[in-house]
């Protein structure tokens, strides 16, 4: 590659957004350079274990105890890897961060990002999420409306195909969805339950998944989803979607692509006489080599924090405490949902009946709390929703149990009874006191300041969490289910992998970091289109409304850049 070049674009990462961002500036002609900070991975080739089962591993699948220290962070609470995908997963000990409070960030370095790693679940944001800011006068009040977004939400779904049910709800809008996954029988039973016994508007469906399931579907040469349930070893047929199997092969496929991993990107750089960023920094990960990439249209898309911090350190004459940083607000408002908590149940009956498969999805409960006067709670603000998936035990079960002979040989080949499990994903509020920092004394192998993070859950989440039990509770007593119980795991911000915020979107420069296009209010030419944009986190999981924005965005720099805007 000519390092003089000046390119029409960088983009900084290769994730969800990264990949988006990618694809579209790519289609729209600009000559693209991708920075990932860590390895290649291509599609198909660099998934050495999707066709691994549980024999094949000396520990069935767990990690070594060496490498439970290397994990330490995603291993605290048992979330860890195991040993089929840890190398999609970073090495804690060679990539520290500085938490003043806890904060489990999991991370993903190689090209491709945490779209090899993600759940898929896939759900819209309502107008009740993108005005609750402004009506309860929390942060700062969100620039766009759903009416802006909605047709880049119908853009990305038809293209990452989304499977789902359409229920006509005003807090979880329907989109373009491909056939829905089945429910089993004890799921369909709460279902039920659920709708004779409550009168608030709580439902139970099927996960809306970024799974392909209709055969007759033809998306960029992708397949149908196997229900293999091993989407996070990378899927080679392509039936969940991500930046591997979709995005960045159609920006390959347009000729504008340069992409090049082992790139650490720290700084954007700015200049004062033209008021725009000129290229960014980068150190190779390889060679330890500095290197300086130009372009006319930069887009962040590294993953929320690590976002963030490059913003940090992309300090100048003009801008002493981090790019576009006029407001003091970068940093803040760092956000993620409630997770580890819920219930469990288990539920007799139904056991002339199975499933079929390993579907890779579980149903979903919307929000129903504080929508209107009718479900309005005391004690807390916004709601939360709830995931999970029931299933029959399967022969472990038996091991415990004194037994022998023809009877014992007879259960363990039998499936034994069903039990249900469901997790709470509840919203986090923007406090601008939640934030994260560049450390003044601790640097990274490269010499870069660790991040520092500051980020707690205040009494309007603590609130919240205890009546994501409680409601939990009642809903499988209804249904008649036994020995339930309620649970709640040490767990704190950061390990719903949905962290958010810290360069957040808003009407003026003096209040927020980027305007409603995702541009740097004061440096426009620098777009930010991952978590970091965050205003406030809904209680869905994010990433598809990651992509919306960032085709959203991308289509307005490419417009932009041909009407000579950031010439």
Not at 90 to 105: A, C, I, M, Q
Not at 253 to 280: C, F, H
Not at 424 to 434: A, R, S
Not at 462 to 477: G, P, T
């Amino acid at each position: 590659m000519n390092k003089e070049e000046v390119y029409d674009a960088i983009v900084v990462g290769t994730g969800i957004s990264g990949g988006w961002a990618a694809k579209e500036l790519c289609e729209n002609g600009l000559k693209t350079l991708v920075l990932e900070r860590g390895r290649m991975v291509k599609h198909l080739e660099d998934y050495p274990t999707m066709h691994d089962d549980a024999w094949d591993y000396p520990l069935k699948g767990e990690l070594s105890a060496a490498d439970k220290k290397k994990y330490h962070v995603q291993n605290r609470v048992n979330w860890a890897p195991k040993e089929d995908v840890k190398h999609f997963f970073v090495n804690d000990l060679e990539h520290p961060y500085v938490e003043t409070k806890r904060f489990d960030w999991i991370r993903g370095y190689q090209v491709g990002g945490r779209s090899l790693t993600w759940g898929r679940q896939s759900y819209r944001w309502s107008d009740i999420d993108f005005e609750a800011n402004k009506k309860e006068g929390i942060g700062v009040d969100w620039p766009v409306r759903y009416k802006d977004i909605a047709p880049w939400y119908d853009k990305v779904e038809k293209y990452i195909g989304v499977s789902g049910e359409k229920l006509g709800l005003k807090q979880l809008p329907d989109g373009q969805f491909q056939p829905p996954m089945e429910l089993n029988c004890v799921e369909e039973e709460l279902q039920k339950s659920t709708r004779e016994n409550f009168d608030d508007g709580r439902l139970v469906t099927i996960g809306r998944v970024a799974h392909i399931t209709d055969p007759e579907a033809d998306i960029e040469g992708r397949g149908v989803c196997q229900h293999r349930n091993r989407c996070w070893r990378g899927c080679p047929f392509g039936g969940y979607f991500s930046s591997n199997s979709s995005t960045l092969p159609a920006a390959e496929r347009t000729g504008n692509m340069t992409l090049r991993p082992n790139s650490i990107v720290y700084e954007v750089v700015y200049d004062d006489a033209t008021q725009k960023a000129t290229g960014v920094k980068v150190i190779d990960t390889e060679t330890h080599e500095e290197l300086f990439f130009k372009a006319k249209v930069i887009f962040l898309c590294a993953s929320a924090m690590a976002s963030v911090g490059i913003l940090l350190q992309s300090k100048s004459d003009r801008f002493p405490n981090g790019l576009g940083n006029d407001s003091d607000a970068l940093g803040r408002g760092i956000m993620d949902h409630h997770y580890k908590l819920g219930a469990t149940a288990k539920v007799t009956g139904s056991l002339d009946k199975y499933y079929k498969g390993r579907r890779a999805n579980g149903f979903y409960i919307p929000r129903f709390v504080n929508l209107d006067e009718k479900t309005k709670k005391e004690g807390y603000l916004r709601g939360f929703g709830y995931q999970g998936t029931a299933s029959r035990q399967d022969w472990s079960a038996s091991v415990a149990e004194m037994g022998y002979g023809a009877d014992l040989k007879e259960a363990i080949l039998k499936p034994g009874q069903w039990q249900i499990g469901v997790t709470g994903f509840g919203e986090f509020l923007p406090y601008d006191d939640n934030r994260v920092t560049l450390s003044p004394t601790e640097k990274d192998k490269w010499g870069l300041p660790q991040l520092a993070f500051d980020v707690a859950f205040q009494e309007n989440e603590y609130r919240m969490r205890e009546d994501i039990k409680k409601e939990i509770v009642a809903m499988f007593e209804a249904a008649g289910f036994n020995d339930v119980q309620p649970y709640e795991q040490e767990s704190g911000p950061g390990l719903g992998i949905h962290e958010m915020g810290g360069a957040r979107m808003g009407h003026s420069a003096k209040t927020s970091i980027l305007n409603e296009n995702n541009q740097v209010h004061l440096v426009p030419n620098v777009y930010v289109t991952d978590g970091a944009f965050m205003a406030s986190s809904s209680c869905v999981n994010p990433s598809l409304t990651y992509m919306a924005f960032t085709a959203r965005a991308a289509n307005h720099a490419a417009k932009e850049f041909k009407a000579g805007t950031f010439s």
